[in-house]
């Protein structure tokens, strides 16, 4: 395993647990933008994508229309995808199974916001062995 280093600007790391806050007891989710890395991915931009899951609730689902428009978007500004994320309101601070079984872009950053008394937010790339903790790193600029 090799160290992998995720960097969120401060009002990524906030837009995500506000988010998830407003989300109530459904998974929000979204895609990250900004710089993509082998070894560090700066996130500057978080873009929030309805969930359209039938069970919310438990599970978090990404129209692929939307997703398609958000990374074209994110692509005309410039930047590039550097993963996705969503919420475990209830659920463990970690990939679950399900996120395991759904994850289909390998070498991006899975970044899970689990709310248990404090949010904790994590980040994982998934690779061809599964997912991979990466060390999320918080700042007020990056870049």
Do not use: K
């Amino acid at each position: 395993m090799s160290a992998r280093d995720l960097v969120l600007s401060r009002d990524a790391y906030d837009d995500i647990v506000y988010q998830g806050y407003d989300g109530g007891d459904e998974e929000i989710c979204g895609v990250l933008a900004g710089a993509y890395g082998d070894d560090e991915s700066v996130v500057h931009e978080v873009h929030q994508t309805e969930n359209v899951a039938e069970t919310p609730q438990i599970r978090y689902a990404i129209d692929p229309e939307e997703q398609l428009q958000v990374i074209e978007s994110v692509e005309d500004a410039g930047l590039e995808i550097v993963g996705f994320y969503h919420t475990h309101p209830a659920g463990p601070p970690r990939p679950s199974a399900t996120d395991a079984e759904r994850a289909t872009w390998p070498g991006y950053s899975y970044v899970i916001c689990a709310f248990d008394g404090y949010p904790y937010l994590g980040s994982w790339r998934w690779t061809d062995e599964g997912f991979e903790r990466e060390t999320v790193v918080v700042g007020e600029t990056v870049g």
